[in-house]
């Protein structure tokens, strides 16, 4: 059963949650560029790292606005700040999310969970990449797809997120096979193979960090 | 890396600001939102065209925006698309009211940021999008064919249209003509070095080259033992015709790009084997351009395009240009 209810989603949390992710892909950054050299242009990390530099620094702006509004200044500021396709991405990302009903309200799981479920939504609609595809979205479409399952459960929400884990790592590293059919390394055939893809990559390891950090709150 | 930089953060910058000082009596350089505009205003009923992309191509885009060319250029960080934000400052800024062309090349990132851009844009608009690189297989199911070179041709010959007055409709039927018709391959001798990245995009050796590759330094159809220049740009030409498929004295402009590391001794002889291949194919040669127009940073390596030409085409090519990396006829 679904222990804890509350303060799953909050500007502090985004803040904070952006802090911790941060660090993860700092510490992993020499590995999603090479990953990206090998079948895209090496980008990627960066523009990931700008987002969530420039996120981070929001945190005077925002840290007293209501949700909504918060998630609207960080769409904008992910959208003009990052440029590319993540910059597109993520800011459809947030700006769907802060177009959730409700937001005024406390944000136990479920809404939390609404709220990632329409955010991915909206990606995979403007990248128009679905599984299978070698992309960001070969990790977050099944986590969407989990988190869709453990709303509507009763399972309890710590193992909920360790599975969204094995998931998320599981699905990155199936990229590696697949041949890519969207975004740059399309361009490459038959010898995207054998690499994993560096969206897959950062994504899986920013889903990792809020996991275990909501796992060990 | 050996670079021209006091600090990467501040290059795409400090590089736009000397581009404004050096072309002031052509453009105006907009700051955040970045983008670059004509010094004088769009005329009312002419149809503006924005185009844009990362930057790490110049003098694509900006320094196409003048008169017959764009209106304004909005340049992401090196090699990362441009935001939604530059797009709808720049309409905002160009628009008299016959609207908005947003010239598109077809990478993914772009795409999706020109869309938002064009989402966001309350005014009259539509976009046209080059994929004429013939190195990527095309189909419904990828990301299809790269904008590459070409897309230089499509800003000049639509440009000259809407100067003249053609309308938003006019405009986008011709530029996707000219895409239509157009070619590309490229061949890249060396990798380039994105300043933030500070090493090269890729490992290359001495005596090979990437056929095939893309201005971002994108792998491309295979890595190859470098040849004599006939044989490499007979490869090109094949892979162009085999697409475009001309018909024998089809008119053409046959387009030589240096993607920023090789010289124009380098590129005009590339044109000579070019000239040479085609004629013994029947195909005309009627215009031409060489130069570095769609670089690729510091890459050394060409690129080749070719454009079928009918008189409309031919007729906005040479219509005058004024802008800063292309100017004739004014």
Redesign the interface.
């Known amino acids: 059963m679904i222990t804890e209810t509350k303060g799953y989603m909050s500007v502090n949390f985004l803040i904070s949650q952006a802090k911790n992710i941060q660090i993860v892909i700092d510490e992993n950054a020499a590995e999603i560029e090479a990953l990206d050299q090998n079948i895209g242009d090496g980008d990627h990390i960066f523009n990931v790292q700008r987002g969530l530099k420039l996120v981070v620094e929001l945190e005077n702006d925002i840290k007293n606005l209501p949700l909504q509004k918060g998630l609207n200044m960080i769409a904008m500021k992910v959208l003009s700040g990052i440029g590319g396709s993540s910059g597109a991405l993520f800011g459809t990302f947030f700006m769907s999310m802060a177009k959730t009903p409700d937001l005024d309200k406390d944000i136990d799981f479920k809404k939390a969970c609404e709220m990632v479920i329409s955010g991915i939504n909206a990606m995979r609609e403007r990248g128009k990449a679905d599984v299978g595809e070698k992309t960001m979205m070969d990790v977050l479409i099944p986590v969407s797809e989990k988190l869709s399952e453990l709303k509507s459960g009763n399972k309890d929400v710590k193992e909920g997120l360790s599975e969204i884990i094995k998931i998320a790592e599981d699905r990155m590293l199936g990229t590696k096979d697949m041949l890519a059919t969207k975004g740059r390394a399309s361009f490459l055939g038959e010898r995207a193979k054998g690499h994993i893809d560096p969206g897959a990559r950062s994504s899986q390891l920013i889903i990792d960090s809020i996991c275990k950090s909501l796992i060990n709150k | 890396m050996k670079k021209f930089i006091n600090n990467v953060d501040d290059f795409l910058k400090e590089s736009l600001n000397g581009f404004g000082k050096a072309h002031s009596d052509i453009i105006t350089i907009n700051f955040e939102?970045n983008f670059i505009s004509r010094k004088s205003k769009t005329k009312e009923g002419k149809v503006s065209l924005i185009s844009g992309g990362?930057s790490g191509h110049e003098p694509m885009h900006g320094g196409f925006v003048g008169h017959g060319m764009l209106d304004a250029a909005c340049p992401?960080?090196?090699?990362?698309?441009?935001?939604?934000?530059?797009m709808q400052a720049a309409a905002e800024h160009v628009d008299s009211g016959a609207g908005v062309l947003f010239i598109v090349k077809n990478?993914?990132?772009d795409i999706?940021?020109f869309?938002?851009g064009a989402e966001m844009y309350s005014g009259k608009n539509d976009s046209i999008i080059t994929n004429d690189d013939v190195?990527?297989?095309d189909?419904t199911?990828?990301?299809g064919r790269?904008g590459v070179a070409a897309t230089v041709l499509v800003e000049k010959i639509v440009g000259s249209l809407a100067e003249n007055g053609g309308s938003l409709d006019e405009c986008k039927k011709l530029g996707e003509k000219v895409n239509k018709n157009s070619g590309t391959m490229g061949v890249a001798f060396t990798s380039c070095t994105?300043p933030?990245?500070g090493k090269p995009?890729?490992d290359i050796g001495n005596d090979e080259m990437e056929f095939g590759v893309?201005i971002?330094?994108?792998?491309?159809?295979k890595r190859e033992k470098i040849q004599p220049s006939k044989t490499i740009v007979n490869n090109m030409l094949e892979a162009i015709l085999d697409d475009l498929k001309p018909e024998k004295n089809e008119k053409t402009l046959l387009f030589i790009n240096g993607m920023g590391g090789t010289p124009l001794t380098e590129l005009y002889l590339v044109y000579d084997d070019a000239c040479e291949i085609l004629k013994s194919k029947g195909i005309e040669i009627t215009r031409s351009l060489v130069g570095n127009y769609c670089t690729s940073l510091e890459m050394q390596g060409a690129s080749i395009t070719l454009l079928k030409c009918d008189e409309e085409i031919l007729k906005n090519w040479d219509a005058p240009v004024h802008t800063a990396a292309m100017r004739w006829g004014m």
């Open positions: 939102p990362g992401g960080f090196v090699f990362s698309a441009p935001t939604p934000d530059q990478y993914s990132g999706m940021n869309q938002m190195a990527v297989e189909s199911f990828t990301t790269r994105v933030a990245a995009t890729f893309g971002h330094g994108e792998p491309g159809r």
